[in-house]
C-alpha cells in the first residue's frame, strides 16, 4: 500500500482543490495535518472545528464522526476510515450512500502482530507472575511450556488476521482459524475451519483465542457465555476486533468460576473505559487503552488521496466497503 501513494493521478485534481474534513468525536485529529501536507498537498483539509460550508466537502476522513453530520455534506464524495473498521461509521442512521473505505497498510497490520504475539506470550509464559514476582524480589520460576504445544485460533482471517496468523506461526505456536467464509493461502499445518457449523470445533481447540472479527449484526456478541464454555478450561481471550463482540456479563463470569484463565481486553463498548468498571480490578483481566494499532498518519493521508482521485475519475475507490455487510 506504501508504494501508491504517488500514483494518485495529479490529473484528477486539476483545476479544482478538493475540501477534506477530519471528523472525531473522541480524537484530536489536527495530528493528520502534516502528513496532509505532505501527501496531498493539492487539498484544503480541515479540522472538525472549522468546517466552513459542509455543501464544499468533497472527502470526510473519520473516526468516530458525529452523528449526522456526514449527511449534511451534499457534495461528499468519500468516506475514509482511519481504522482497519467501519462500524464507528455505520452506526450512523444517516450515513450517506457515497463509497465508504477503510484502511489496509502493512504498518497497521505489523503493530497488530506484534501486539498479539506480545499478548499470547505474555501469558503462555507466565510474564505477569514475573512481575509480581520481581516487585516482591522474589526468584520463583514457572513452568515453560514449549509454544508448539499451546494452540493459538484465530477468530477472523481478514488481512490483520492473517498476519497475526503467520506470525504466531513463525514463532513456533499451534496455529488455526476461522473465518465466515472459507480461506487459502496459509501455511499447510495452520487449520483454517469456517461458518457456524465448524465454530464449535474451532473453538475447542483454542488454549488461547484471538477475536480479530469485523464488527456486524452477525458478530454482535459472539463472544458470550455459550462461546467460553466451548473453549478448553482456563483457556485465554485476546479482543482486539470490538468491544460489543464481547457480552461482559458472560465474560466476568466466566472468568470468575475458572472457565476461562485470563483476558486480555484492548477494546471496549464505552471507550475510554470508566474507571470503575470491573475489569480494571479483576485479577485475571489486563486492559490496554485500544493500542493493538495504530494506522500511520502518512498511510491516512495516502490513502484518502488515491482514493478521492480515483472516485473523481470514475473509478472504484480502494479498499471500498459494503456498509450492510459490515466489511
Not at 484530536?28 to 472549522?50: G, K, R, S
Not at 452506526?91 to 506480545?118: F, H, K
Not at 504445544?149 to 498476519?163: E, K, M, Y
Request: hydrophobic content about 45%; glycine content about 8%; proline content about 8%.
Amino acid at each position: 500500500m506504501a508504494a501508491l501513494g504517488a500514483d494518485a493521478p495529479a490529473a484528477a485534481f486539476e483545476g479544482r482543490r478538493p475540501r477534506v474534513a477530519l471528523l472525531s468525536t473522541q480524537l484530536d485529529m489536527a495530528y493528520l495535518l502534516p502528513a496532509f501536507a505532505e501527501l496531498f498537498p493539492e487539498a484544503e483539509v480541515c479540522v472538525q472545528a472549522a468546517l466552513g460550508d459542509l455543501r464544499t466537502i468533497d472527502a470526510a476522513v473519520c473516526w468516530m464522526p458525529p452523528r449526522g453530520l456526514l449527511a449534511r455534506m451534499p457534495g461528499l464524495k468519500l468516506i475514509q476510515s482511519i481504522a482497519a473498521g467501519i462500524d464507528h461509521i455505520t452506526g450512523d442512521p444517516a450515513l450517506p450512500p457515497v463509497p465508504l473505505c477503510r484502511m489496509v497498510d502493512t504498518d497497521l497490520a505489523a503493530s497488530m502482530a506484534a501486539y498479539v504475539c506480545w499478548a499470547v506470550t505474555h501469558r503462555q509464559r507466565h510474564m505477569q507472575d514475573y512481575v509480581a514476582s520481581a516487585a516482591a524480589h522474589v526468584w520463583q520460576e514457572q513452568p515453560v511450556e514449549p509454544p508448539g504445544a499451546h494452540r493459538v485460533g484465530i477468530a477472523g482471517l481478514g488481512a490483520l488476521g492473517t498476519r497475526c496468523a503467520l506470525a504466531l506461526h513463525a514463532i513456533g505456536y499451534r496455529v488455526s482459524g476461522w473465518s465466515r467464509t472459507a480461506k487459502s493461502g496459509l501455511p499447510g499445518d495452520i487449520a483454517l475451519f469456517h461458518g457456524e457449523s465448524q465454530r464449535a470445533a474451532f473453538l475447542a481447540d483454542c488454549d488461547t483465542l484471538v477475536c480479530l472479527l469485523p464488527y456486524t449484526p452477525e458478530t454482535h456478541g459472539i463472544l458470550d457465555a455459550e462461546s467460553f464454555a466451548r473453549l478448553p478450561r482456563g483457556a485465554h481471550l485476546i479482543n482486539v476486533g470490538r468491544g460489543a463482540h464481547v457480552v461482559e456479563g458472560d465474560l466476568l463470569r466466566a472468568l470468575d468460576d475458572g472457565q476461562l484463565g485470563y483476558a486480555t481486553l484492548d477494546t471496549f463498548t464505552e471507550e475510554p473505559l470508566p474507571a470503575d468498571h470491573p475489569y480494571w480490578t479483576h485479577p485475571r483481566v489486563l486492559v490496554t487503552p485500544h493500542i493493538a494499532s495504530r494506522t500511520p498518519a502518512r498511510a491516512i493521508a495516502r490513502l484518502t488521496r488515491i482514493n478521492l482521485a480515483r472516485v473523481l475519475q470514475g473509478n472504484a475507490a480502494m479498499v471500498a466497503v459494503d456498509p450492510a455487510r459490515g466489511y
